[in-house]
């Protein structure tokens, strides 16, 4: 059973930095888009960031670009995200996804748990 399991939220203040990370159980990891989501309260579940399984590409949402860093290390199977800049409307559930494919993670073929991030300001 595949399992994606993030790590590293918590509460810090606005202009602050954190970063996530997700140790995911795939067999063939650099086969796999990695990226990340977040859903706040009563809001949508809002694409933040991929990366392809080399991880020569990556995209970014409107909200988090300049800001927020992606990367992957194929090695540990794990996927990171370095958020700086913190704003209060990054607070949110962050989900880790995970697809087979080459570049794009619509449609995620799995999910994380998710992990709070909370900004206060």
């Known amino acids: 059973q595949v399992q994606l399991v993030e790590s590293g939220g918590g509460l810090v203040q606005a202009g602050g930095s954190l970063r996530l990370s997700c140790a995911a159980s795939?067999?063939?990891?650099?086969?796999?888009?990695m990226g990340w989501f977040r859903q706040a309260p009563g809001k949508e579940r809002e694409f933040v960031a991929s990366?392809?399984?080399?991880?020569?590409?990556?995209s970014y949402g409107d909200s988090v670009k300049g800001r927020f860093t992606v990367s992957r290390d194929n090695t540990k199977n794990t996927v990171y995200l370095q958020m700086n800049s913190l704003k209060p409307e990054d607070t949110a559930v962050y989900y880790c996804?995970?697809?087979?494919?080459?570049?794009?993670?619509?449609?995620?073929?799995?999910w994380g748990q998710g992990t709070q991030v909370t900004v206060s300001s």
């Open positions: 996804a995970a697809k087979r494919a080459i570049i794009s993670l619509i449609n995620p073929d799995y």
């Open positions: 795939l067999r063939t990891f650099s086969l796999y888009v």
């Open positions: 990366i392809s399984g080399s991880g020569g590409a990556t």
